[in-house]
């Protein structure tokens, strides 16, 4: 069973509980029989925050019982294992016990920053597949050097292996390896705590709180990041243009999340915040591999639009949006575009528009369709109601990401 058809059976539980007909139902929520058969049957999403709120309402069930289920990753990530396995070898750790049981030799600085920038610019270009044959081996390197390293050089190795789970935690996060992600960004800021770094504390649970958000806890989230955002606010410390970056950043996190949870009036809070930092700095920037700047800010207004169905606000943005002021390695960023649009269009019926869309996406970035899980729910949506005429290249497209 899928997860449209999961939700269908649901809602027509519910509604049998409290004795209601379809038609009854479909008046209550301003909809009609045939589209709430149509839901009940899996073969259209719920698809309005509106009709969601209404729905919860009379037949008491949660929002997240409405939606479709984010199984995050549409074809398994072979490097997981790999990743986990270097995460469990607790290497050097004899050493930290008895440091007279050396375990090897620690790389060397200029080594590990070389490593792990190309690892972060093979994340934002969405070679995921190439980070994850890498990601071990640096894993491997840095638990060694944070352990092993003389003491006058263990801050700086802790805050290589804080650098190190940054990246493994947004690649695990966006290849649907979610409890791993989570394991990731822990260990990003236990090695923050341990290098003396305020500022990579602050990039962890950034990272940390887009983990919270795919883990389905927006709540958490936010708590994290806001009170995140609101140390690094106050603090006397940071107030250069990194410092700015990342503030802002932490608050489209704070976006997403509220996104998630259809609190619209939040979600425009927090963009304006967002949008107040990126303004402050003045351009585009990348700090800590965030991507942070008033484009992306504007990227995470039509996402958020997409996420609560607000296809007309999604589309009207998307077209506002000049993609060109993000630097040329930030692949990833310009696909999403693509891939919020194809949902909007879907919203709207206009399938046609939908799957032009996700080709475009797939054309910038295979990896990041074929892994993405809310493209796997948007292509299963469009091949239940395919109308081969008007979308001949839906089959292929989903047979590449692993659907059909």
């Known amino acids: 069973m899928d997860a449209l058809q999961d939700i269908g059976q649901r809602i ?17 929520i301003g909809r009609s029989e045939s589209w709430l058969s149509q839901v009940e049957r899996g073969q259209r999403s719920v698809d309005s925050h509106s009709v969601i709120k209404a729905l919860g309402e009379i037949l008491g069930l949660a929002a997240d019982d409405l939606t479709t289920t984010r199984t995050d990753a549409m074809t398994h990530y072979q490097a997981a294992s790999a990743i986990r396995h270097a995460m469990m070898g607790y290497d050097g750790l004899a050493s930290l016990i008895d440091p007279r049981q050396a375990e090897g030799s620690p790389e060397s600085f200029v080594w590990l920053r070389h490593e792990i920038r190309q690892v972060n610019r093979l994340y934002q270009s969405t070679q995921y597949d190439e980070v994850g044959r890498r990601l071990p081996g640096l894993i491997v390197a840095t638990e060694l050097g944070s352990r ?47 290098a003396e770094r305020p500022l990579l504390a602050a990039v962890s649970a950034y990272r940390l709180g887009y983990v919270f958000v795919r883990l389905r806890e927006p709540d958490k989230a936010l708590q994290l990041v806001l009170r995140a955002a609101d140390a690094l606010h106050r603090s006397p410390h940071h107030t250069g243009p990194r410092s700015l970056s990342m503030l802002g950043a932490l608050y489209l996190v704070a976006v997403t999340a509220a996104a998630a949870q259809y609190d619209q009036a939040a979600v425009r809070t927090f963009l304006a915040q967002a949008r ?55 692949i990833g960023r310009r696909a999403q575009v ?17 799957v032009n869309t996700l080709l475009a996406a797939e054309r910038l970035s295979p990896e990041l369709v074929r892994y993405g899980g809310r493209t796997r729910d948007l292509l299963t949506q469009l091949l239940k109601r395919e109308h081969r005429a008007s979308t001949p290249q839906l089959r292929g497209l989903a047979t590449r990401a692993g659907i059909a």
């Not at 027509?12 to 209550?28: D, F, M, T």
């Not at 822990?186 to 923050?192: E, M, V």
């Not at 800590?288 to 958020?304: K, P």
């Not at 709207?348 to 939908?354: E, H, V």
């Open 12 to 28: 027509a539980r519910a509604r049998r509980r409290r004795g209601l007909s379809q038609s009854v139902l479909a008046g209550l």
């Open 148 to 194: 092993h390293a003389p003491v006058d050089r263990r801050r700086t190795y802790q805050t290589l292996r804080s650098l190190t789970y940054h990246c493994a935690t947004t690649t695990l996060r966006r290849v649907g390896e979610s409890d791993l992600a989570w394991l990731a960004a822990d260990r990003s800021l236990a090695a923050a705590e341990e």
């Open 338 to 354: 693509h891939l919020d649009l194809a949902r909007a269009y879907a919203v709207q019926r206009k399938d046609a528009a939908s």
């Open 276 to 330: 107040q930092a990126a303004e402050r700095i003045g351009e585009d920037r990348n700090d800590f591999w965030t991507a942070f700047g008033l484009t992306n800010v504007t990227i995470h207004e039509v996402s958020a639009a997409a996420e609560s169905g607000d296809a007309r606000q999604a589309i009207a943005k998307a077209e506002t949006l000049d993609v060109g002021n993000l630097a040329p390695g930030l």
